[in-house]
């Protein structure tokens, strides 16, 4: 698997489990009177940016997991 392969699938694993975490908040966020329909890219950007944080080798570690468990539960019965 490529780095771009492996940012891209990390990425997109870090903004679910993070809309997860975050989803009350967001929900107050998305429903505030001052919220509207073109900040969404802003706000998913800004989120985004807390993939900064992790090295390569973590994303790498991460995604490797994250194949590994699907492959676990594709398995079992």
């Known amino acids: ?3 771009k392969d492996i940012d ?3 990425s ?4 679910q489990r993070l809309t997860k975490e ?3 908040d967001l929900d107050k966020v998305r429903n505030a009177d001052d919220f509207k329909a073109d900040s969404v890219p ?3 950007h800004a989120l985004a940016q807390g993939t900064s944080q992790f090295s390569k ?3 790498r570690r991460v995604v490797q997991a994250g194949e590994t468990d699907a492959t676990s539960r594709e398995k079992s019965p």
């Open 12 to 15: 997109s694993s870090y903004l």
């Open 22 to 24: 975050l989803s009350e």
């Open 8 to 10: 891209s699938e990390f």
């Open 1 to 3: 698997m490529s780095n």
């Open 42 to 44: 802003f706000l998913v």
């Open 57 to 59: 080798e973590d994303k």
